[in-house]
DNA sequence: AATAGCACTCTCGCCGTTTGAGTGCTAAAA
DNA sequence: TTTTAGCACTCAAACGGCGAGAGTGCTATT
């Protein structure tokens, strides 16, 4: 792949098939993109291109398609970064400028990132566990339940009923508060736990020691759950319009939006090993999903706690943003998944964009 | 509609049709339904209720189908009410023993609900208007802007970001909690924008009396923001796969279900105006809503307020069902939408006992 | 190395034919 | 009066052949 042109051609077929979703000939190419050569030159070009699995034709005589490997050439190294229509950044804006709490404001990115993209859009909440105990509080709903509630840093508030069948003495309760959150406001609710069983050993408490311990198999338990319950899916719906060709391979796609646990897990480590924009793409069988065969996943972390270096290997080293200012380890993440035909440029932009904005959301929680 | 075997002649179209999907015909009548007559006298039935339109042919020398008409009379006469399979009843069993707080039991009852349904699922989350204040609490989340968190006793926990230019003095905002909690606790939250308004007049908050206005705003605006805000629906990829076949016909319902107030208003009507069976149905125009010409909706109330007489006629009265317990005004509701065609049965004693187990969650929390 | 020209190959859309499910009607049977 | 058997009729859907056209690869030329 050395030719200068033959990248140019190959940009050209990906840009086209994008926009029209159809095999695109040699004369679609020099009809809309001002190579200056005839339709018999990109002809060679296009079967080199297909020598080397970039390119494929469904069949003899048709157009050609890209193939997984033409995609990746195309997003690492032909991408033309395109500015977001002055409609989607004025969307963006006024959206922000109306939310009301972290839950809502995260749906609603969700749901202005799928009418974006016009794809499937995911936000996933700012991790609990990474963040910082801001307010502990238990509520009494009857004799043997309560319930648990904690404010994070980031405006998170998540919650727990648990149930114990030795009640504890609604004063100590209060005093286990009180002691809780002097102890640990401002520290990582990672270390809730371990602090409360410490609290738990002192001779204070030593009445409601049973009691305690079910409050730490709740907190513990946060670690775990909040995987799959933290986030914020929209635009599932728009998958069956669409075009309306392919029904037939977005059922396994929806089979795997149903599994929740797994797209977390992979939009976490694709948002982890991102690109130089920020940005994680993965293409197809890249995303080592079943069902997400046909499909690509873009992904971006958000909420990046400054202070640390940046840790994570850039994909390309070509096209350096200066502005990209913090890689590091992100709270959460927001990410699109669509057709591996996506329109990358676009979908890129907007993933990135409402990145930027959540990340500011969330700092100004924060300060 | 007189003769006996005409309505068991429109029950068995419409459960074939319901099963199969396609036109059904005399012979498929006889062969699938135990009525010892003839296709030649089915056939005069049938042209019997084409005329007084309960069904129709799609063509000359097609099967028959059922009307709006048909389904309507099918489901006030004719519904055989089928208890869930073992199946369905364990994964509702199960499905309520692993709930940790109402958001989470909330979401993955619409979750369950589309999956038993095969169709939309939708669960609106307790009115926090209707209910009553457990715990009123506000975190400082920086100098300018507070955290506003209301507790209601249905376990619902409803979070506001409040924004201030001139922030009060933290001792100030404890004195206010602890006095809101003390005068409101157990008291509707309806009641609670009106008697913060109080407090702002008392002397003793005079110093903060701005501030307080502001907290009065937001706890006003839950009313008319939880209408959409609240609800958690589930399936809407569903509607993609299915048969495949009426992709241009999903189109407008996915629009309608983007109005996510006008099906928060309508199922709120329907499950007021439910039949004896606590359940309401909508058959295509009876919506009154566009894009939901092709589609049905049942829904039913939950979490009802005993202590109330019952005020909602019922649609029929044949068929009393002895435990139909409280029909009273519901704290919220739970439905499915899906085509015209859908399985009748099988949904009304989904979406029943879906609400049934969620009033028994929520009375749960309550006691 | 690029281009013009050309024969070749498939897919797709079009159209007439066939097939078969299902009907309505009539006349006989119950 | 109701049910049934028989039969002619209708029409959507499936089938198969055909021509058009888009797009290719190859070869000869610039």
Redesign the interface.
């Known amino acids: 792949m050395s030719h200068d042109r033959r990248m140019l051609v190959l940009r050209a077929v990906v840009e086209n098939y994008i926009h029209t979703q159809e095999p695109v000939g040699s004369s679609a190419v020099t009809k809309n993109f001002p190579l200056h050569v005839s339709s018999a030159t990109i002809r060679n070009d296009m079967a080199a291109l297909e020598e080397e699995g970039y390119l494929v034709q469904p069949h003899t005589s048709a157009g050609r398609v890209p193939t997984e490997k033409g995609y990746r050439f195309f997003v690492d190294r032909l991408v033309r970064i395109v500015p977001l229509s002055a409609a989607q950044q004025r969307g963006i804006e006024t959206f922000f400028t109306h939310?009301?709490?972290?839950?809502?404001t995260l749906r609603r990115a969700a749901r202005l990132l799928a009418q974006i993209t016009g794809q499937v859009a995911i936000v996933a909440s700012p991790s609990i566990v990474k963040s910082h105990l801001?307010?502990f509080?238990m509520?009494s709903?009857?004799m043997n339940?309560y319930?648990l509630?904690i404010?994070s840093?980031s405006?998170r508030?998540e919650?727990?009923?648990i149930a114990t069948s030795m009640p504890p003495k609604p004063d100590d309760v209060d005093r286990l508060i009180a002691v809780v959150n002097t102890q640990n406001e401002g520290q990582p609710i990672s270390l809730l736990a371990r602090k409360l069983k410490d609290i738990a050993q002192s001779d204070e408490f030593s009445a409601m020691r049973g009691f305690i311990e079910i409050v730490v198999k709740?907190v513990a338990?946060m670690h775990d759950?909040e995987r799959s319950?933290s986030m914020y899916m929209s635009g599932?719906?728009?998958?069956?319009?669409g075009n309306?060709a392919p029904?037939?391979s977005?059922?396994p796609l929806?089979d795997a939006?149903?599994e929740q646990v797994v797209i977390m897990r992979l939009m976490g480590s694709l948002s982890r090993s991102a690109n130089s924009q920020g940005v994680g793409v993965a293409i197809g069988s890249e995303t080592h999903t079943q069902g997400l065969l046909n499909a690509s996943v873009v992904s971006s972390g958000y909420g990046q706690v400054s202070g640390m270096e940046k840790d994570a290997p850039p994909r390309t080293d070509d096209a350096d943003d200066p502005d990209r200012s913090e890689n590091t380890a992100p709270l959460a993440f927001v990410g699109s998944i669509g057709p591996t035909h996506m329109n990358y440029p676009t979908t890129i932009a907007a993933v990135k964009a409402v990145a930027e904005y959540l990340s500011a959301f969330i700092n100004?929680?924060?300060?």
Do not use: F, K, P
């Open positions: 939310s009301v709490s972290l839950e809502d801001r307010r509080e509520v709903l009857s339940t319930l509630v404010i840093d405006g508030v919650q727990r009923t709740a338990d759950e319950d599932t719906a728009l998958l069956a319009r309306g029904i037939a977005i059922g929806l939006l149903e100004r929680q924060d300060s």
